[in-house]
């Protein structure tokens, strides 16, 4: 008797729980308006209809953005994106509607599991939001060139008697992929405004202050002269004489005047001026360059420093003596010299109302080396002219060092 009354109790207690179950799936099934527990980021939107969704979903974005949608900073300074310079639109009623489809796919049990699992833990309806990518582009772009910066290397300098040092200065480079990927991710996000750091990369110079700090006294310095009326050759001139300042050579290192100055293109800034080929005189692209090659074999010379690969002009100059110049020629004929001394050396050059200057800078400490030089060339009897170096030591010729014969 007992057990009878027990399934009897069980019967009921599980009808009552069943038909607990069914009035809470159909009062969630039929809850007027957005499912509860919808949302679209703090915007609740449970139990609304789609007008008013929208209308919420709208004026929230109008407030959260009216000072803008991303705030960059960097280095103490701030840049606001705001929604009309990407043409950032949020479709308000598209949200809405979205929002409203949650648990009403037609699907009975589907749209009651759904509801039920958001009523419970809610659902995160995302703004629909179009943005110009393009826009955005341009943006980054311009930030991007006012905070880049190239690196500068730390560089020696002379007034012919006294050296001093300036000191690098680090480079900036905005990571612009990096950046546009950020950004995107936040509009997307919903959430406004957004403050994020603009990631910037630091670039280090090649020559750093440190590397010079031996660097204290002018070892040689060599000084030739042009016409400025030519206006194309002496631009030439000026452009080789930059591009080869600045040069540092550790103690060992073998120098190249073509890599170093590069090639002579119109491209490069370089003008058609003459220049010896083959024995004539011709128009070319960067004649005049072998007058700064010629200036610096002197200044190399009178530095104590060690050529390396010299060739003579087809045709004696006027801007050194003969059996002193050095001619290049881009990819064939190069002029090299090696640092031999025990420190480094820096080439500065100043060209100025037709004089060109190359100054060698180097360390006190090699001074003794590079003193007491002078250059000398012999005619011989057949018309060819020797090169030597001599070296001095209290007004005797200590050394007179051959250098070679051009004919």
Not at 219 to 240: E, I, K, M, P, Q
Request: glycine share 8%; proline share 3%.
């Amino acid at each position: 008797m007992y057990g009878h009354y027990k399934s009897i109790i069980i019967v009921v207690v599980l009808s009552v729980f069943l038909v607990a179950i069914c009035s809470s799936a159909l009062a969630i099934k039929n809850a007027p308006g957005i499912a509860y527990g919808v949302h679209s980021g703090d915007v609740d939107l449970a139990g609304l209809d789609e007008r008013t969704a929208a209308k919420n979903i709208s004026e929230k974005f109008m407030k959260e953005t009216e000072n803008g949608v991303i705030i960059l900073n960097y280095d103490g300074k701030s840049w606001t994106i705001k929604p009309d310079d990407i043409a950032l639109i949020c479709d308000n009623g598209k949200t809405a509607e979205m929002a409203a489809a949650v648990g009403v796919s037609g699907n009975f049990f589907k749209d009651v599991f759904d509801k039920f699992i958001c009523t419970y833990q809610g659902k995160n309806v995302p703004l629909q939001i179009t943005y110009d990518q393009n826009k955005l582009n341009s943006i980054i772009t311009r930030l991007a060139s006012s905070i880049n910066k190239e690196p500068v290397d730390a560089y020696a300098y002379t007034d012919g008697t006294a050296v001093g040092i300036k000191g690098e200065k680090e480079g900036k480079k905005i990571d612009e992929k990096q950046l546009t990927d950020i950004i995107n991710e936040k509009i997307e996000s919903g959430i406004y405004p957004q403050t994020l750091d603009i990631p910037v990369s630091i670039t280090k110079a090649a020559v750093e202050a440190g590397a010079l700090e031996q660097i204290d006294t002018v070892l040689a310095a060599y000084t030739t002269h042009f016409n400025t009326g030519d206006v194309n050759r002496s631009a030439n001139v000026a452009l080789a004489a930059k591009n080869l300042s600045g040069t540092l050579l550790t103690s060992g290192t073998v120098f190249s005047f073509n890599k170093t100055v590069g090639p002579r293109l119109a491209a490069a800034g370089y003008r058609e001026a003459p220049e010896i080929i083959n024995g004539k005189v011709v128009p070319g692209i960067g004649g005049g360059v072998c007058q700064v090659s010629s200036t610096l074999y002197n200044s190399i010379l009178q530095a104590g420093l060690t050529p390396v690969e010299r060739t003579e002009h087809y045709l004696p100059v006027d801007y050194v003596p003969r059996a002193f110049d050095a001619t290049v020629a881009d990819g064939f004929i190069d002029f090299k010299f090696r640092n031999n001394l025990k420190h480094s050396v820096y080439i500065s050059t100043r060209t100025e109302n037709g004089a060109l200057t190359i100054f060698i800078i180097g360390s006190s400490d090699d001074k003794a080396q590079a003193a007491g030089i002078t250059l000398k060339n012999y005619y011989n009897g057949d018309g060819s002219v020797s090169a030597y170096r001599i070296y001095r030591q209290n007004g005797n010729i200590a050394k007179k060092e051959f250098l070679h014969t051009d004919n």
